[in-house]
């Protein structure tokens, strides 16, 4: 048996991001024998509480960080000149191992191995969105959407059927989305599926409403099925939404999702299913 102790995340970033490095931290503590605390904050890139939507777990704990971390948020949001700044001040904690996004690239390249680390240390502290492939699918199960919110992705998904296709279009806040993954490249796909199989249908999850209206305009709500929702992810509606478009991507046969966009990848977790990338050729300017 391993040395124990704790493992305290902060996840960052918006909210498929925040999963998933959750579920790396399930596996990390589990390997290590640590407990796992997590300290879930709202802010302007997901402007929601743990407990708003979902159902909170039993073996881990997820709260609201203390005032010592909540001073770091500060810092931290002042200026992004001010982000080493508050690297140094997480590090007056005096963590047996501290790990941050501006670490990443050591294990990327293999100069760290993040469970080594975290075995040998007793209390670790993490704040980070990444992943580095490094989870047990299984454990995206602990995400157990809020009931009012079960009920929506239960009535939505209602409509689905065998060959209910996922799509995931990201296209106003993630330039490497945007430039990668077009929407005349998820137009042209819808087109394809439903010439190689005309009962198919398409499930849109996209933060662009002008995507939506162009496809049902085209398509029509027998082809084109959505959850009507909050686009803005500064409403805390908006990410209970988000919620419910991910969930519903989880119960479709398949997803294409957006390049550089984690929604699609961690819904295809959720459900066990396949998510292909549309991207553009590299020789496509």
């Known amino acids: 048996m391993k040395n124990g102790g704790q493992l305290t995340l902060i996840p960052t970033s918006g909210l498929a991001n925040r999963l998933r490095i959750i579920a790396v931290a399930i596996k990390l503590a589990r390997e290590s024998n640590k407990k796992l605390c997590v300290y879930w904050q709202s802010d302007q890139y997901l402007n929601a509480d743990y407990e708003d939507l979902f159902e909170l777990p039993e073996n881990i704990r997820i709260t609201k960080p203390p005032l010592k971390f909540a001073v770091w948020f500060r810092i931290k949001s002042l200026s992004p000149r001010l982000q080493q700044l508050s690297d140094q001040y997480l590090r007056l904690f005096h963590f047996d191992f501290l790990f941050l996004d501006s670490m990443s690239k050591l294990v990327w390249h293999n100069k760290i191995n993040l469970q080594d680390e975290v075995d040998k240390s007793t209390n670790v502290l993490m704040v980070s969105c990444q992943e580095f492939n490094y989870f047990k699918s299984e454990d995206y199960q602990l995400f157990v959407p809020k009931a009012a919110l079960q009920k929506k992705i239960d009535a939505c998904s209602a409509k689905f059927n065998d060959n209910t296709i996922g799509i995931h279009i990201r ?13 005349q490249l998820f137009a042209a796909k819808i087109e394809e599926e439903i010439i190689l199989n005309p009962g198919a249908t398409f499930f849109l999850s996209t933060d662009n409403k002008s995507y939506q209206d162009i496809l049902m ?11 009507d929702k909050e686009f803005s992810r500064n409403k805390t509606q908006g990410i209970k939404d988000a919620v419910v478009d991910l969930f519903c991507l989880s119960k479709t046969s398949k997803i294409y999702g957006s ?3 984690s929604f699609s990848a961690v819904a295809a977790r959720i459900g066990g299913i396949r998510n292909e990338v549309l991207r553009k050729e590299v020789s496509d300017n």
């Open 217 to 227: 305009k085209k398509y029509g709500s027998n082809i084109i099925l959505f959850n």
């Open 171 to 183: 296209s106003t806040d993630n330039k490497d989305s945007i430039k990668n993954s077009p929407f």
């Open 259 to 261: 390049y550089f966009s």
